[in-house]
Protein backbone atom coordinates (compact mmCIF):
# COMPACT_ATOMS: atom_id res chain seq x y z
CA UNK A 1 0.00 0.00 0.00
CA UNK A 2 2.52 2.19 1.01
CA UNK A 3 4.78 1.82 -2.17
CA UNK A 4 1.38 2.19 -4.11
CA UNK A 5 1.07 5.73 -2.49
CA UNK A 6 4.41 7.23 -2.97
CA UNK A 7 4.14 5.96 -6.61
CA UNK A 8 1.11 7.89 -6.93
CA UNK A 9 2.58 11.14 -5.17
CA UNK A 10 5.91 10.47 -7.40
CA UNK A 11 4.13 10.71 -10.45
CA UNK A 12 1.44 13.58 -9.51
CA UNK A 13 3.76 15.74 -7.79
CA UNK A 14 6.42 14.91 -10.11
CA UNK A 15 9.35 14.29 -7.29
CA UNK A 16 10.97 11.03 -7.09
CA UNK A 17 10.36 8.55 -4.79
CA UNK A 18 12.99 8.92 -2.55
CA UNK A 19 12.11 12.48 -1.76
CA UNK A 20 9.19 11.28 -0.04
CA UNK A 21 9.48 11.49 3.89
CA UNK A 22 6.23 9.98 5.95
CA UNK A 23 6.32 13.23 8.08
CA UNK A 24 7.37 15.63 5.59
CA UNK A 25 4.32 18.03 5.02
CA UNK A 26 3.42 18.95 1.66
CA UNK A 27 4.66 22.39 1.38
CA UNK A 28 8.38 20.40 0.30
CA UNK A 29 6.04 18.23 -2.02
CA UNK A 30 3.31 19.45 -3.69
CA UNK A 31 0.54 22.77 -3.63
CA UNK A 32 -2.65 23.10 -3.56
CA UNK A 33 -3.65 22.17 -6.82
CA UNK A 34 -1.53 18.99 -6.94
CA UNK A 35 -3.03 18.24 -3.83
CA UNK A 36 -6.27 18.07 -5.23
CA UNK A 37 -4.93 16.07 -8.24
CA UNK A 38 -3.31 14.02 -5.70
CA UNK A 39 -6.71 13.17 -4.08
CA UNK A 40 -8.44 12.46 -7.22
CA UNK A 41 -5.71 9.75 -8.47
CA UNK A 42 -5.76 8.18 -5.09
CA UNK A 43 -9.97 7.99 -5.16
CA UNK A 44 -9.81 6.50 -8.60
CA UNK A 45 -6.83 4.22 -8.20
CA UNK A 46 -8.29 2.69 -4.60
CA UNK A 47 -12.56 3.45 -6.25
CA UNK A 48 -12.88 5.11 -2.91
CA UNK A 49 -13.98 8.76 -1.87
CA UNK A 50 -13.34 11.30 0.79
CA UNK A 51 -15.08 13.75 2.54
CA UNK A 52 -13.96 17.57 1.78
CA UNK A 53 -12.94 17.44 5.40
CA UNK A 54 -11.12 14.32 5.23
CA UNK A 55 -8.93 15.84 2.20
CA UNK A 56 -8.20 18.96 4.10
CA UNK A 57 -5.99 16.97 6.96
CA UNK A 58 -4.29 14.73 4.97
CA UNK A 59 -1.09 17.02 4.56
CA UNK A 60 1.36 14.41 4.86
CA UNK A 61 2.44 11.28 3.02
CA UNK A 62 1.62 8.85 5.98
CA UNK A 63 -1.47 10.40 6.83
CA UNK A 64 -2.75 9.86 3.11
CA UNK A 65 -1.11 6.28 3.69
CA UNK A 66 -3.80 6.43 6.75
CA UNK A 67 -6.79 7.91 5.10
CA UNK A 68 -6.65 5.60 1.90
CA UNK A 69 -6.37 2.86 4.50
CA UNK A 70 -9.13 4.13 6.54
CA UNK A 71 -11.42 4.26 3.61
CA UNK A 72 -10.39 0.68 2.59
CA UNK A 73 -10.82 -1.00 5.75
CA UNK A 74 -13.95 1.39 6.27
CA UNK A 75 -15.49 0.04 3.09
CA UNK A 76 -15.04 -4.56 3.51
Do not use: C, Y
Amino acid sequence: MRNKIFEIISTVAKKNVSEIIDNSDQKGLWDSFTHLELILALEEKFSIMFEPEEISEMLTPELLIRGVEDKLNNES
